[in-house]
């Protein structure tokens, strides 16, 4: 649902009963898309609106946030067992600026646990099911971000993306969803998992209502060193582009008949051309490297003292640290933590978490030579279509799911998912890579994709 049917929806019948009956649809949901409901809290804030005094860009507009971002007195578990009764005294940045513009905050969203995965398989709340299919996934890790929104379960969501976890869902569930500029929009109360690669970015059915969203989380942040303190504004500007297909990101047979169908109609109005980067062939295992590394230490604060899931007994503190960290997390979470112990232990660390680091320069590179000739990037957004639950049997068919969203991470360059029709009844996505703080255009580009797609299709 856009935000002008919502607004439509809401003049017709009152915010509150518009929320009611959205609440009362997300209750009888097979998605698994919710952990948290916040039905007290939409219902006051709907009643507010009514009333006259819920004021600003977002008034009224339910947003769905994914439960790794803090918000205040709400439960916000990162769908892990180990967070399971946490809830924050605090709201993230991106939180406190959704509700200064008025948005109701309709609950939180399913998601891998700590972000952890390509399938929101993972989360210890179940996994989300996709829209257009029951018996597939809708992505991860913000799979039930996406989701919520192709079912019409919120208007606008917050994800957030380390290696394509806000692109890979909204690709698999249909909807636009962008992967900022690193720094664009504050990390301030995002649950860490990887810091030098994640960022916060907007899921919505629209680039209209994704540019408004991202117009209002964006910006100047003091809490958050790695901020830009950059504001952003949509500007509607579509101009001819020159446009580079990236050789090294590919997908199969089913995905690429789409994606060169796509190509074609974009020669019609722009130049396109193609691009080699060679770094990428070792992209993938120098992402999960840092990705893993980072993790390993940002996880550590997790011990059952101070917050979160404990035991009754504290006999020795290592057998307790230990039994509370095998019990609260899952297996994927642990994997990861101890791969990425292992990299950066005394005599690998170098072999490793240094070699991964070198790579990621080589990567930077190669965008950089490639943003010389050409104003955006393109590529399928994942090599597959949605995957059916239980079919990515093994961790490594999983990692490898994310070759064509982990450099865009590595780099810190914004990706936008074009939703590209569908194939066998399955959504398909194009990804759309741009320089640094060139959401602008993307924007534009993307939204001028979708209009000449709908007309071809």
Known sequence: MKVGEWKEKVESQGCYDAVSELIEKIEKSKLNAYITVCREEALRAAEEYDKGRLKGKLAGIPVAVKDN??????????????????????????????????????????????AMGTTTETSYYGVVHNPYDLDRVAGGSSGGSAAVIAADESVLALGSDTGGSIRCPASFCGVFGLKPTYGLISRYGLIPYANSLEQIGPIADSIE???????????????????????FRFVQEPRRLKVGVVKEMGGNEEVMGRFNEVVEVIKQHHEVGEVSMPSFKYALAAYYIIAMS?????????????????????????RYFSKVRAEGFGEEVKRRIMLGSYALSAGYYGKYYLKAQKVRTLVINDF??????????????????????????DPLTMYKADVNTVPINLAGLPALNVPVGFVKKLPVGLQVIGNYFS???LLNFGEQVGELWSQAD
């Open 294 to 318: 980072e993790a390993s230490s940002n996880l550590a604060r997790y011990d059952g003292v101070r917050y979160g899931y404990a035991l009754e007994k504290l006999d020795s503190w290592r």
């Open 368 to 393: 950089k030579r490639a943003f010389e000739k050409y104003d955006v990037l393109i590529s399928p957004t994942m090599p597959a279509l949605p995957f059916k639950i239980g079919e990515l049997a």
């Open 69 to 114: 971002i803090s918000t205040k007195d709400v439960l916000t578990t990162c769908a892990s067992k180990i967070l399971s009764n946490y809830k924050p005294v605090f709201d993230a940045h991106v939180v406190e600026r959704l509700k200064a513009e008025g948005a109701i905050i309709i609950g939180k969203a399913n998601m891998d646990e700590f």
């Open 439 to 441: 959401e602008n255009m």
């Open 209 to 231: 209502d994704l540019a408004m969203l991202l117009e209002v989380i964006a910006g100047k942040d003091v809490r958050d060193s790695t901020n830009a303190g950059r504001e």
